[in-house]
């Protein structure tokens, strides 16, 4: 967060055109998506069999993994830009992975 506070920080007063760049930072806000309020955005859609789910922003991978379990998608992924966001779905991913390994699913 620092970071980010510093680039929009050093873009706001070096660039007369700051204002779109502070648009910009601030589409990279994180939130996360709930799980009863996504899986039926999934259940509407009805997305086919082997499709493959795409998350832009992914995060943590929440989505990703909410999309994972409850349909038949033939592949899902994420895809995030924000290295920490990144690591921790990494992570979650590692423990998902543990978990199969122990046949607790």
């Known amino acids: 967060m620092k970071r980010y506070?510093?680039?929009?920080c050093r873009y706001l007063f070096l660039h007369p055109k700051s204002f779109f760049f502070f648009h910009l930072l601030k589409s990279l806000i994180y939130g996360e998506v709930d799980y009863k309020s996504f899986y039926r955005v999934l259940r509407k859609i009805n997305p086919p069999v082997g499709g493959i789910f795409y998350d832009l922003g992914s995060g943590?991978?929440?989505?990703v993994f909410i999309a994972r379990l409850t349909q038949d998608f033939?592949?899902?992924i994420g895809?995030?830009?924000?290295?920490?966001?990144?690591?921790?779905g990494k992570r979650v991913l590692e423990r998902y992975l543990y978990v199969l390994d122990l046949n607790l699913l």
């Open 5 to 8: 506070i510093e680039l929009l």
């Open 60 to 63: 943590t991978g929440k989505a």
């Open 74 to 76: 033939s592949k899902c």
């Open 79 to 88: 895809i995030e830009i924000l290295r920490g966001l990144h690591t921790e």
